[in-house]
């Protein structure tokens, strides 16, 4: 027997998305692009000193003492070995995936909670989101959007949005069931239930899944940097690439500290949800 | 007035309902039902009509289909086949609109394990219904502050359902249901999960509420002591049947089957009257730590010559009298350590009538009923020892 080739016809796909669908992968790049540029140069524009010492009130106010006497120190273990720059850059590639991945993922999470069927056709997709290996569409991806920061915040996404859409429809189905026959018994329609009960409960899972978002948009950094994302990824990878074993370790402890600095935070902010 | 009226209302659960109802017909039982065909039968031919201002019980064991009925009277469950009338006006079948619009107006519901919303204060689940109504804020404020009051919980608006005890949370639960003002209140198991003691205190407030608002009420039970106590007519179900419907009188000297006559017996019977069923709280109990003078004092203000002492966790430590505390006053001592009389009458809750007379004789102090712990749950005064032999109430 011949062997199948399932691939011919994904290829054939790419060929027909790229020849047809130009317009619209344009439109979408320059949005991305912008965002990500945005975020960049807001990040930039502040002296580093005093976005350290923001994000130390933040994560005092938020996660408490310890986590804020960590995110000083780290991050001015970051500025000091001169991987300030980059970082942000990082930075605004993580946060622009993760607000594109919420954006679609959080409505996606709740339409799912709300009807079986969207639920049981999306599960496999976020399935495949999740398990195919991220080269596989980074190269279309490449195709679709050229070199750069917009191809690996694409490839982010997808591969950090599963997460934030499975929590959230679990969050949702999670909330107990007394409770929503109670809110029915009183005549809420579906909307009422949804934003006065079902979204206030299920809060702090759909957060744990922010969370979770945030963490793989960061472990995608150095796989983004290989098409030319930039950022922490880019010194990683030329740490690696060319044998400068010191600057890839810097480059790594600084995606470590910005990794943990981003968990602890959000995870308090779960928390937080969870105690009202 | 007929408030409601409920009539040949079926449920049938599984994928094929509608065919079933011949099959059940044709007389086949509910256990031939779910082994032939994998339908369970939820409520089977359900007929009965509620008067306006009546306490309708319906009572029945875990699994009779009287929590299911219940459900059919606002839709939360589907009926499968029948009419359910409200005012006249049939809800089975009618469109989302009106059944919104019964459901925010005409009935409220009160849950078995109370259903409150945890991420609001007690103030806003008071207020739920009129929210979803879309009532502006200061209504909301204050029909909430009213049913409150009304529920014996004032000045609780700010705290959430999770700072209150089993019994204020139903009294909220309670308070949610009376703000919208409804004809009808539907009491799922309502206070079946409360205290014995607390139990009480609450049916006999719920009888003070009704006394005055004249609702009308379906209150769902497994407990015959409450379907008696609160029911103007108890309907007993049995396998999705409701096997009869009558005044509490009509159902204790007439059973219609050896069904019900089961039940009855059990109450005709002292044995099956209880400890827990005849004990009340304390009028008052000292700490160890308290000296004589506020034993006095307690004892005074209540009117009452002895008084039990209680260690912090209300494990019963003995007792002490009038006399001996003031004997110990003239002495001048603070401590009454040494007039602790231990030797206290004690039972278990579920200890029956009968058993508890030989105590009630050879003492002269009420009987304390503790748990398996020694924690003192509630007292029996002598006398209505007696009285419960004798069937009277109190």
Known sequence: MDKLQIGIYFEALIEWLTNNLEPVFEGLRTGILALIEGFEAFLLFIPSYVLIAILVVLAWKIAGKSIAIFTAVGLLLIDLMWLWPQTMQTLSLVLTSTVIALLMGIPLGIWMSQHDVVDNVTRPILDFMQTMPAFVYLIPAVIFFDLGEVPGAVATVIFAMPPVVRLTNLGIRQVPEDVIEAARSYGATRKQMLIRVQLPLAMSTILAGVNQTIMLALSMVVISAMIGAGGLGEEVLRGVTQMEIGKGFEGGIAVVILAMVLDRITQSLGNTGKTK | MEKIKVKNVFKIFGPNPQKIIPLIEKGKSKEEILKETGHGVGVNNANFAVEQGEIFVVMGLSGS????????????????????????????????????????????????????????????????????????????????????????????????????????????????????????????????????????????ELLVLQARMQKTIIFITHDLDEALKLGDRIAIMKDGVIVQIGTPEEILTHPADDYVRDFVQDVNRVKVLTASAIMKKPDAVVSRKDGNKVAIRKMQEAGISSIFVTDKERHIRGIITIDDAMALLKKGEHSFESIINTEVPTTSPDTSIVDLLPIAVDTKYPIVVVDDDKKMLGIIVRVSVLSGILGEEE
């Open chain 2, 65 to 204: 289909g009287k929590s299911t009925l219940i459900r059919c009277l606002n839709r939360l469950i589907e009926p499968t086949a029948g009419e359910i009338l409200i005012d006249g006006e049939n809800i089975v079948g009618c469109d989302k609109d009106t059944l919104l619009q019964i459901r925010r107006k005409k009935m409220a519901m009160v849950f078995q394990n109370f259903a409150l919303f945890p991420h609001y204060t007690v103030g806003e689940n008071v207020a739920y219904g009129l929210e979803v109504q879309g009532e502006d804020l200061e209504t909301r404020h204050k029909k909430a502050y009213e049913a409150l009051e009304l529920v014996g919980l004032k000045g609780y608006e700010e705290s959430y359902p999770d700072q209150l005890s089993g019994g204020m949370q139903q009294r909220v639960g309670l308070a949610r249901a009376l703000a919208t003002d409804p004809d009808i209140l539907l009491m799922d198991e309502a206070f079946s999960a409360l205290d014995p003691l607390i139990r009480k205190e609450m049916q006999d």
